[in-house]
């Protein structure tokens, strides 16, 4: 906690500082009596600079130099050097990222990360400020509070968003396909994320989407299938799942490591490998606790990232389950998270993911065996409505050998005899969802004895 008390003690301050150069002073006086040996040059090489500036500093700046802010921008721009996911965190910001894992924070109910420089809202959470103002995923800033967004690394852009709950924040952000910036003025406010929700469908088969992996997510999951196999048990039990991570940014490893030996018996889940490709880490599944063998079709988008693309890839490598949509986000390297005596830490890229068949996620992502993009609203309400075929391009397409159109057609047909929703089948506003429902209820009933 020193480093909090420098403001209060100049003179203090000014002497460690100068402890920095002469460590630094020394470090380069070791890699000048190496390279007159002929060795290989020293990674401290450049701490005789850093000395030399720090001194310069010292001597000749028209302020007294305030240690906390030179040693804090200085960390801050050395790892802001390596890539857009490694970041320093201030005490406040390792705070904030606490807040983050917990599911509780203040702030407007977005999820972020970096595209070509841009920062990129990958998902809004529901019932928060960014959702009621309309803001939508694949939004990108192009200011926040009055800052240019353009290269603000994450951790900054989550500083500024955050606030005391009630406090205005100004934003203007730009959208593929309309011409002029967004500007928006939000209102911050406590956000809680509720990461899983479920529902039984008309086929009993379970609809599970994960909103966010944190650190309940995986008893969450637990839980809810254990209500729902007791909800579903008088009429004669699951008959499938149909797991929805559109949108969902990712989170906490363990607990999508997690979720994944819900529905795997035994085999790899994920591994990372590090440096020159050395493998660090693998996590396996186990036999224990390991749910029916239902048919399972998951849902992925363009925002379906990192700890999220784990769980699907590990599901798709063990023929586990059908993946549908779009292909995934491609954030696939490992931060790992150290702590620092004065409450700051450094959040630093170790390692890339690879899923059980040893494919990279990083900026690949995961490729659905089916790609279904997604329709508007209207297009498809209108075409159930005047129950239209799909589309030509599902007339064509089969996975698992199912013929979608036909696998559609039956359903719509077992709807309307039932007599149930006006005709309409469930996700009669989610084209994607719908699609999916369909290969799941074929899936379904190819299993029935």
């Not at 804090?72 to 970041?87: C, E, F, K, T, W």
């Not at 719509?412 to 005899?417: D, I, K, P, S, V």
């Amino acid at each position: 906690m020193e480093a909090r008390r420098f403001r209060a003690y100049p003179l203090r301050a000014r002497k460690v500082l100068g402890w920095i150069v002469i460590v630094a002073c020394g470090a380069e006086a070791i890699w000048q009596a190496g390279k007159a040996s002929g060795e290989a040059q020293s990674p401290f090489a450049v701490l005789g600079t850093f000395a030399r500036v720090l001194s310069h500093i010292e001597a000749a700046y028209v302020e007294p130099p305030e240690l906390e802010a030179l040693v804090y921008g200085a960390i801050r721009g050395m790892v802001n050097a390596l890539d857009p996911h490694s970041a320093f965190l201030d005490p406040t910001e390792r705070a904030i990222f606490e807040d983050d894992t917990s599911g509780h924070f203040a702030g407007i109910g977005v999820e972020i990360d970096v595209k070509d420089g841009w920062l990129i809202i990958q998902s809004v959470l529901p019932g928060g400020p960014a959702e009621r103002a309309g803001i939508r995923p694949g939004d990108r800033f192009l200011a926040i509070a009055n800052r240019n967004a353009r290269d603000m690394r994450i951790s900054e852009a989550i500083r500024l968003m955050r606030g005391p709950p009630g406090s205005p924040i100004r934003v203007r952000l730009r959208r593929e396909g309309v011409e002029q910036a967004i500007e928006l003025t939000l209102i911050r406010e406590i956000i809680h994320i509720d990461s899983v929700e479920t529902r039984l469908l008309p086929n009993r088969s379970l609809f599970l989407r994960i909103r966010v992996f944190q650190e309940t997510t995986s008893d969450e999951v637990r839980r809810l299938i254990d209500a729902a196999m007791a909800q579903a048990q008088p009429q004669g039990g699951i008959t499938g799942i149909l797991l929805d991570l559109r949108g969902n940014p990712g989170g906490l490893l363990d607990e999508a490591v997690e979720v994944a030996d819900e529905f795997l018996e035994s085999g790899i889940i994920v591994s990372t490998r590090g440096r020159r490709g050395v493998l660090i880490s693998e996590m396996h599944a186990h036999s224990p606790g390991t749910r029916p063998p239902w048919p399972m079709v998951v849902l992925v988008d363009a925002f379906t990232a990192s700890a999220a693309e784990i769980l699907a890839g590990a599901l798709q490598d063990h023929r586990r389950a059908i993946l549908i949509g779009t292909p995934t986000w491609g954030k696939g390297s490992v931060q790992n998270l150290f702590d620092l005596p004065d409450g700051s830490a450094i959040k630093l890229t170790v390692a890339r993911y690879y899923t059980p068949s040893g494919r990279s996620i990083h900026a690949q992502g995961i490729v659905p065996d089916l790609r279904i993009d997604q329709l508007p609203q209207e297009t498809f309400r209108r075409l159930l409505q005047e129950r239209a075929p799909l589309s030509e391009f599902l007339l064509e397409k089969e996975v698992a050998g199912i013929n979608l159109a036909v696998a559609a057609d039956a359903f719509r047909a077992q709807m309307r005899e039932s007599g149930k929703g006006e005709n309409l089948p469930p996700f009669a506003d989610d084209y994607q969802a719908f699609v999916a429902y369909q290969v799941l209820n074929a899936l379904i009933q190819r299993q029935a004895p």
